[in-house]
């Protein structure tokens, strides 16, 4: 497995290649990185993983500064697993040789709900550090997790309305055996509340299966649910079904209609912001 730190490297080794798969990654891997990894690599030839905190998608009280930094662990994981032929590992300034004054905003019916109304720039930052390392590595796929729902949705627009020549895959939410999402963030948790965390997963199943019953009364069910995890001690940002499709609010029609739906959260457990959600 090679690691690079150049854009330059990195093109001169994939030169001639039309089947890159890529795994963008922030790094601290754990086993939810490693199966994005085996997708890839089911879907294309080489697969490349880029590992890069990345400054842009962070707030001004967020953790990037103590955001985990783990290259030569996250790079022995990969070399076990033999599913990823290069690793790209730029630092800030090979990504950012200047000032990234061009960015890409997504449109605010999608970019300000939810996750955009609580971290702001987050999706901003997060558009622009993924659509230059999609120029740089120029993949046929990329792979993005389910566990952040909206970021998946963001993206795959963008790529769509850019009309870039990339397919963008979708993996499960990989969990820990107890429900918890699996997320680089969950280091965080002390011992007692890495007990409590997979409550979040376990409140969501419970207004997922109401749904399922026939239940639609939509601000109760959030509430009700809310409620659960602020009775245990969470601050909870928001608990939200919405549609699949546009992430918008479901009317009464849908709930007939059978329209399919998710639920998302995103509630902080003592200082560590966990976020989840479910698809139904």
């Given at each position: 497995?090679?690691?690079?730190?150049?854009?330059?490297?990195?093109?001169?080794h994939l030169r001639g290649q039309n089947r890159i798969a890529f795994v963008p990654t922030m790094g601290n891997l754990h086993e939810g990185?490693?199966?994005?990894?085996?997708?890839?690599?089911?879907?294309?030839?080489?697969?490349?993983?880029?590992?890069?905190?990345?400054?842009?998608?962070?707030g001004p009280n967020e953790d990037f500064d103590r955001y985990p930094r783990t290259l030569q662990d996250d790079v022995e994981k990969m070399e076990r697993d033999?599913?990823?032929?290069?690793?790209?590992?730029?630092?800030?300034?090979?990504?950012?040789p200047e000032p990234q004054s061009y960015r890409v905003q997504p449109p605010d019916d999608l970019g300000d709900?939810?996750?955009?109304?609580?971290?702001?720039?987050?999706f901003q930052g997060v558009c622009t550090v993924v659509l230059k390392l999609l120029s740089c590595v120029q993949p046929r796929v990329a792979v993005f997790g389910?566990?952040?729902?909206?970021?998946?949705?963001?993206?795959?627009?963008?790529?769509?309305?850019?009309?870039?020549?990339v397919e963008i895959l979708a993996h499960e939410t990989v969990r820990a055996s107890d429900g918890l999402a699996l997320s680089s963030r969950n280091r965080y948790l002390s011992p007692q509340e890495r007990g409590e965390a997979p409550r979040l997963y376990a409140v969501l199943g419970a207004l997922r299966q109401r749904v399922l019953d026939g239940a639609d009364d939509l601000a109760l069910l959030e509430?009700?649910?809310a409620a659960q995890l602020s009775a245990h001690g969470w601050k909870v940002d928001y608990v939200?079904?919405?549609?699949?499709?546009?992430?918008?609010?479901?009317?009464?029609?849908?709930?007939?209609?059978?329209?399919?739906?998710?639920?998302?959260?995103?509630?902080?457990?003592?200082a560590t912001r966990l976020i989840d959600n479910l698809e139904i």
């Open positions: 497995m090679k690691v690079v730190h150049t854009i330059q490297d990195m093109r001169d990185h490693l199966a994005l990894m085996k997708l890839a690599r089911q879907h294309g030839d080489p697969v490349v993983t880029s590992i890069f905190v990345n400054r842009l998608q962070f033999r599913d990823v032929y290069m690793v790209f590992a730029p630092d800030e300034r090979e990504m950012y709900i939810l996750e955009g109304e609580f971290r702001p720039g987050f389910k566990k952040d729902y909206q970021q998946l949705m963001i993206v795959r627009a963008m790529c769509r309305q850019f009309q870039l020549p509430q009700e649910a939200s079904l919405r549609r699949q499709r546009d992430l918008k609010a479901p009317t009464a029609e849908d709930f007939g209609a059978r329209e399919p739906l998710v639920v998302l959260a995103a509630a902080k457990l003592g």
